[in-house]
């Protein structure tokens, strides 16, 4: 079972998009807690969108609501965007719950295949590859429509 706690601004249409981004990515077997902090920026990464930390058992997904540009001048992301990024990171999180990625190396282990990706550019790892693809699918069936 797939449970979720969500701490921070979140306007309420986006429980619904999180509920179906979670049925289309994670099966009846998984069980994992996801944690989904909202917060203006990221305290220790100010310049992402959103950042997934996790283990086989939980994920923490942090999400932010503005961007700024260097200047300081900051903008909202537009709801749509905030949508998207919430489904790259609860990509991640399927990941960590499948065990397919991890905190401590840069390794994919998929279809009992394992990859070293040391060397692999960083929107190369099969773990990005899958989250950005899956990112503009998820929002495009569960956020635009």
């Known amino acids: 079972m797939i449970t979720v706690f969500t701490e921070g601004k979140l306007p309420e249409e986006y429980s619904g998009f999180i509920d179906s ?8 077997e998984d069980d994992h807690q996801i944690y989904i902090e909202v917060s203006k920026f990221l305290t220790e990464n100010p310049g992402c969108a959103g ?3 996790g283990d086989a058992a939980e994920s923490t997904i942090q999400v932010a609501t503005h961007w700024s540009y260097e200047d300081g001048e900051e903008y909202a992301y537009e709801p749509h965007e905030l949508a998207s990024n919430i489904a ?11 065990e397919q990625i991890n905190m401590i190396d840069n390794v994919w282990k998929h279809n009992g295949v394992v990859i070293n990706c040391d060397a692999a550019e960083y929107a190369e790892t099969p773990w990005e ?3 950005y693809t899956y990112e503009s699918i998820l929002t495009d069936i569960f956020w635009e429509n």
């Open 129 to 131: 590859v899958e989250a």
């Open 21 to 28: 981004c979670i049925d289309a990515l994670f099966s009846d």
């Open 88 to 98: 790259h990171e609860l990509v991640h999180a399927k990941q960590f719950c499948r």
């Open 51 to 53: 950042i997934c930390t």
